[in-house]
């Protein structure tokens, strides 16, 4: 697997859908096709690249990790500001901060062995400690959930 590259993410305002979920009882089809019926619905839409975010509860989600623990995951686009949110959306903010940017290519069902790569072999092999923010992915133009060749930025928030 390719080594990540290690950026700064600028803050970032996002609006859409959450849910509470887990690994075995995973919703995310159902979150997406909400947020995505209503998606025209957000204003001040700043590109085209959709947000794919997991908020944990602390960093222990991943030293103790047990697919059937909850955390919330959400739908979203990033917008310019809070100024306009759509009844049934809500609003996220990301902070600044270090990222490691994976690029993931393949299908989402083949995920969870990136993942392990993350979490079993380069985080406790690098320089760096889980940071406990959001987790999210970039599905941008070469996004393409049925594709072999589908591609995505997968960022894990990382510090010193």
Known sequence: M???T???LPQKKLIG???RMS????TTPVLWKSFMQHRKSVKNIIGTDLYSIQVYDDTSYFKNFNPQTAFTKYAMTEVSSFDTIPEDMEALTIEAGLYAVFIYKG???HFAKMATYIFSQWLPNSEYALDN???FEVLGDKYKPASEDSEEEVWIPIKK
């Open 107 to 109: 299908l989402p069902q």
């Open 133 to 135: 923010r959001p987790h």
């Open 6 to 8: 290690i950026q700064t």
């Open 17 to 19: 859908k959450s849910a």
């Open 23 to 26: 690994l075995v009882q995973n």
């Open 2 to 4: 390719k080594q990540p």
